[in-house]
C-alpha cells in the first residue's frame, strides 16, 4: 500500500495567517493527490483535487500544489472558519491511503 | 442535488457481521464513471478507506480489511451495501459512504453525513 505521510499533525495560527500542510507519498503518484477539509462532527469536503485543482465554490485562498512525492496545501489568509482538520488523500491506485491529517487551532 | 445517507446498527456485538446501507440520489450507480466507496474514522482518528464499487460492478477492497469486506450495489435502489464480518471493538468508528468521481480525477467529491457505530458487548 502507499503510505501518505502528513505533516505537521497539529498547527496553530492566527486569523490572516499563511498555512502550509504538507504530505508526502511513498512511492510516486503523479499528480494524484486529493485534499480534503473536515470540520468537528460533520463529514469530509473536497478542497482540492488531483494536486492543485479548486473545487467548485471552495475559497481561492485555498491552494495545492506538488507532483510525483511531495505535495503541499496552502491557505494564503486564514479565515475563522477555516479552523478544522485537512486529510490528503492518494487516488493513484487501490488500496487508496488517508495522512493522519493535521488539525489546524486558532492561536 | 447529490446526496448520500448511510443507515444501519449503532451498536453491533462482537464477532457479529455490521451491514450497512448508503442510499444515495441524484445520480445512477449504472452511468458510465460513477462509483461508490465506503470510508470510516475511528474516534479522534484519521480516515481509512474501506472499499470502492463501480457503476461496471468492479469492486476493490482495503488490503487489511479484504477477507471481512462485501461491497454490492442494487442499482434499481440507489443502494450500495457493506458487510463487515467478524467485528471488534477495534471497528468501532463513524462509516461515510461517499460518491468518487472515475472519470475525473477519482476524487472523492460528495460523503454522506457518516453512521457511527460502536462495537462492545
Known amino acids: 500500500d502507499i503510505q501518505m505521510t502528513q505533516s505537521p499533525s497539529s498547527l496553530s495560527a492566527s486569523v490572516g495567517d499563511r498555512v502550509t500542510i504538507t504530505c508526502r507519498a511513498s512511492?510516486?503518484?503523479?499528480?494524484?493527490v486529493n485534499w480534503y477539509q473536515q470540520r468537528p462532527g460533520k463529514a469530509p469536503k473536497l478542497l482540492i483535487y488531483?494536486?492543485?485543482s479548486l473545487q467548485s465554490r471552495v475559497p481561492s485562498r485555498f491552494s495545492g500544489s506538488g507532483s510525483g512525492t511531495d505535495f503541499t496545501l496552502t491557505i494564503s489568509s486564514l479565515q475563522l472558519e477555516d479552523f478544522a482538520t485537512y486529510h490528503c488523500?492518494?487516488?493513484?491506485?487501490?488500496?487508496?491511503?488517508f495522512g493522519q491529517g493535521t488539525k489546524l487551532e486558532i492561536k | 442535488q447529490v446526496t448520500l445517507r448511510e443507515s444501519g446498527p449503532a451498536l453491533v456485538k462482537p464477532t457479529q457481521t455490521l451491514t450497512l446501507t448508503c442510499s444515495f440520489s441524484?445520480?445512477?450507480?449504472?452511468?458510465?464513471?460513477?462509483?461508490v466507496t465506503w470510508i470510516r474514522q475511528p474516534p479522534g482518528k484519521a480516515l481509512e478507506w474501506l472499499a470502492r464499487?463501480?457503476?461496471?460492478?468492479?469492486?476493490y477492497y482495503s488490503t487489511s480489511l479484504r477477507t471481512r469486506l462485501t461491497i454490492s450495489k442494487d442499482t434499481s435502489k440507489n443502494q450500495v451495501v457493506l458487510t463487515l464480518t467478524n467485528t471488534d471493538p477495534v471497528d468501532t468508528a463513524t462509516y461515510f459512504c461517499?460518491?468518487?468521481?472515475?472519470?475525473?480525477?477519482?476524487?472523492?467529491?460528495?460523503w454522506g453525513q457518516g453512521t457511527l457505530v460502536t462495537v462492545s458487548s
Open positions: 461517499a460518491r468518487i468521481w472515475l472519470a475525473g480525477s477519482l476524487e472523492i467529491d460528495h
Open positions: 464499487i463501480d457503476w461496471d460492478d468492479d469492486k
Open positions: 441524484g445520480f445512477s450507480l449504472s452511468t458510465s464513471g460513477m462509483g
Open positions: 488531483a494536486a492543485s
Open positions: 512511492q510516486t503518484i503523479g499528480i494524484s
Open positions: 488523500q492518494q487516488s493513484y491506485t487501490t488500496p487508496y491511503t
